[in-house]
């Protein structure tokens, strides 16, 4: 169950409209990695989980706050919108004021949500459900939260410095905060997880199914053997398997050999 308070979690009021940066902004509500998803994702990764009550727990408690984000950049969108009346835009040319505020204004902000933030990213491409992860194991939701978190974070702080406006950037570095704080809970989860389950995932996979030599092998299929320098070549894999480098992968099988076609699909 859900219920809506009056009030923003933060506020959300720029200084002075720009339709621009409001076009700017909807990347962070309606983009890939924007709030609509994280909150979608939480939703669904928190329904989903069955039997850890504090890890769900946790994920109810963030989906919940980005819901609040999300209607605190939609407001912060509509409000950019405030004092750019859409008549005005043929005029634009004409007034360099004018066409300060409206100059690369997304028309559908006129023309379908009357000023108004969309569900759609920074180019009004619509929200997408594909862009969620909910997959019913913890530590692959945890590493996908880590990730969505890095990719907003980073999203949000080019926005901060794209723009002059202090109350624009009051809000966004609220939401720098917020980031900061969920990507050090899903680290801290995930880490947690893997102590009890191991990091590779799935955890409860036997082992002895998987392909015996295949495991550990860095394979060099690209030109230059910089690779080879890394951790990840030699000495111990994370999960206690060694690490090995391989500069002249070999082939494993054979030639690729097909059955002719019947002859109804025309092959010739």
């Known amino acids: 169950m859900f219920s809506h308070q009056k009030v923003l979690q933060y506020p959300a009021k720029p200084d002075k409209p720009d339709a621009l940066f409001a076009k700017k902004i909807q ?7 924007g709030e609509i998803t994280v909150a979608m994702q939480y939703l669904f990764q928190g329904w989903s989980t069955r039997g850890e009550e504090k890890y769900k727990d946790l994920i109810m408690d963030t989906a919940a706050e980005e819901i ?13 919108l405030d004092g750019a009346p859409v008549n005005e835009q043929e005029e634009a040319a004409k007034d360099p004021v004018i066409n300060a505020i409206l100059g690369g204004m997304n028309p559908q902000h006129a023309i379908v949500s009357g000023l108004g ?28 939260n880590i990730n ?16 002059e406006d202090k109350g624009v950037r009051d809000m966004l570095s609220f939401l720098l905060a917020r980031d900061t704080m969920h990507q050090n809970q899903w680290i801290a989860a995930a880490r947690e997880l ?4 191991g990091i590779i995932v799935p955890g409860s996979f036997p082992k002895e199914l998987e392909a015996d030599g295949f495991s550990h092998s860095l394979l060099n299929f690209s030109e230059g053997e910089d690779s080879k320098e890394g951790s990840w070549a030699a000495g111990q894999a994370p999960d206690g398997g060694e690490f090995k480098y391989e500069s002249k992968p070999k082939a494993h099988g054979g030639p690729q050999e ?3 076609a019947p002859q109804y699909v025309y092959p010739k």
């Open 27 to 33: 990347e962070i509500l309606g983009g890939q990695y």
């Open 194 to 197: 893997e102590e009890k389950n």
């Open 258 to 260: 097909l059955q002719p």
């Open 117 to 144: 933030p969309r569900p759609a990213d920074s180019n009004g491409v619509l929200w997408n459900a594909g862009y969620i992860t909910a997959s019913g194991n913890l530590l692959a939701d945890m590493r996908s």
């Open 68 to 80: 609040g984000h999300v209607e605190m950049i939609a407001t912060m969108i509509a409000r950019l």
């Open 148 to 163: 969505a978190e890095s990719q907003g974070r980073l999203q949000v702080a080019r926005l901060y410095e794209m723009t």
